[in-house]
């Protein structure tokens, strides 16, 4: 079997941090390949079903960011992701996911230096707890 | 507790006779003993059939949400205090509601007075109480029990015995408890991923999917559960442990800041897991984030429908 390699989903706000992976790629920064990215509209639009999901379905990390405090596109969405993400965090952990799996982080659309270093960041938290584990649906042989 | 009987009685059949209300909900006493249900009334006839003891421990709160109609509703600490929350989200409205307060001396648990009755092979036939003592009565025995040795857990760690508003008390207010809620939680907190990964996966592994803990619960009232969603299906719908799990995690995550462990969903539970363990974690990182007891003051935001700019933020990079 090849080396095993982290799949890290990335949930990341339109107006900020997706254009900040955007802006990396533009720049030729070097970024870790293991990021899968899905666009969302606002860190507030990021349901907990969806990084339950992410981890339900295999991914071995998950991570969302948005704009800065303050910076929010629609104003506030980011602060009520805040405090759903602290809750979040902490009661995943709580239940035995392992800390380094799930992340957040504010990064701006001018950050290109900063989504980079983060991506890099997130891979090796999760490159050193290795492959997912918990809260992974494992499919069932029907004979 | 036969003076809160009757009190509530008073009350009723003069609301009804007033015409204050159109309707009242409060217990009649059950079929079997240690099991009163929830009684919904409107005339003045019924009111003997009024009752209340130490088994009572459903949340009445979970029959106010999205009604028209203006209802006297008897309420203990905790329920109140759901009622506050309902308010809060928009519910139903103070005006509709005529609260009968009930001071409260914490609910008592049928499970272990069956596990200690039980285990001598006997079957119950009548339970009453008297003077902090409950007399377990059977086909040929009867049975003091002391009655602090058989509150509910939530009961026993209860810091707001008494209603938060009312129209009207029962009877005097009773002392509040001073005691640590979370012993249990940071017990689990102090354990490795591993341990904790194990600790949840077997409290859950007997759960069948029934949903009385969701139904139970006064905050559950959404037209559509994630449960039943199915395009796209966010939980699995099986009793695999992984759907359960999911299933145990959502559901205690949509209390966050308004679970007031009135401990309805474990007393439902058919096969007795200890949902709060989910509830209660939550409920106290609410309290030390966000310095926010889901409840007690009307008026106030929810806690996710709310921030401060100066949230703690140490966990975003
Ligand atoms: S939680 Fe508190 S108020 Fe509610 S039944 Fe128990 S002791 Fe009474
Ligand atoms: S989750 Fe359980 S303890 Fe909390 S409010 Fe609902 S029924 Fe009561
Ligand atoms: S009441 Fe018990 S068995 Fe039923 S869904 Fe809830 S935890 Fe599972």
Redesign the pocket.
């Known amino acids: 079997m090849a080396q095993w390699e982290p799949k890290i989903i990335a949930l990341l706000c339109n107006w900020c941090s997706y254009g900040a992976a955007d802006l990396a790629g533009v720049s030729r920064l070097k970024q870790p390949p293991n990021i899968r990215i899905i666009r969302v509209p606002c860190s507030g639009r990021v349901n907990p079903k969806f990084i339950l999901a992410s981890l339900r379905k295999g991914a071995d990390g998950v991570w969302v960011s948005g704009c800065h405090p303050g910076d929010c596109h629609y104003i506030e969405g980011n602060y009520y992701a805040r405090r759903k993400f602290a809750l979040l965090k902490d009661f995943l952990e709580y239940v035995g996911i392992e800390p380094e799996r799930v992340h957040f982080s504010w990064i701006s659309s001018a950050e290109a230096t900063k989504f980079a270093k983060v991506a890099e960041e997130v891979v090796d938290a999760v490159r050193k707890v290795g492959p997912a584990r918990y809260l992974v649906k494992r499919e069932v042989e029907v004979e | 507790m036969f003076e809160y009987t009757e009190k509530i009685r008073e009350i009723v059949k003069r609301l009804l006779q007033d015409r204050v209300v159109d309707g009242v909900i409060g217990f009649r006493k059950g079929t079997v003993p240690m099991m009163n249900h929830p009684f919904f009334m409107k005339h003045i006839e019924q009111v003997p059939q009024l009752y209340w003891d130490s088994w009572c421990?459903v949340n009445l709160a979970n029959y106010l949400p999205k009604r028209q109609d203006k209802v006297a509703v008897v309420a203990?600490?905790?329920?109140s205090r759901s009622i506050v929350v309902l308010i809060a989200e928009n519910q139903i409205t103070r005006d509709q509601l005529y609260i009968i307060g009930i001071p409260?001396?914490?609910?008592l648990d049928r499970r272990k007075i069956y596990d200690t009755v039980r285990t001598r092979g006997r079957d119950i036939t009548d339970v009453m109480e008297r003077d902090g003592l409950i007399v377990v009565t059977g086909k040929d025995f009867s049975l003091g029990l002391d009655r602090n040795q058989y509150l509910?857990e939530?009961?026993a760690i209860?810091l707001?015995?008494n209603p938060v508003i009312y129209d009207e008390l029962v009877g005097e207010m009773v002392p509040e408890q001073e005691i640590d809620r979370y012993e249990d939680i940071r017990a689990i907190e102090s354990m490795s991923s591993e341990k904790r990964w194990e600790y949840f996966s077997k409290l859950t592994e007997p759960c069948i999917r029934c949903y009385a803990c969701r139904n139970a619960c006064p905050f559950c009232y959404c037209p559509q559960c994630f449960v039943d969603e199915s395009k796209p299906q966010w939980v699995g719908k099986t009793i695999d442990p992984t759907d359960t799990l999911t299933f145990h995690l959502l559901r205690a995550f949509h209390l966050a800041g308004r679970c007031t462990?009135?401990?309805s969903c474990e007393r439902a539970c058919p096969v007795g897991i200890r949902v709060r363990m989910f509830t209660k974690k939550l409920e106290k990182d609410v309290k030390e984030l966000y310095g926010y007891e889901a409840g007690v003051q009307l008026g106030e935001r929810p806690p996710l429908d709310t921030y401060r700019p100066e949230d703690p933020q140490d966990f975003i990079k």
Request: charged fraction near 30%.
């Open positions: 421990g203990k600490g905790c329920d409260c001396k914490g609910m509910q939530n009961c209860c707001h015995r462990d009135c401990g």
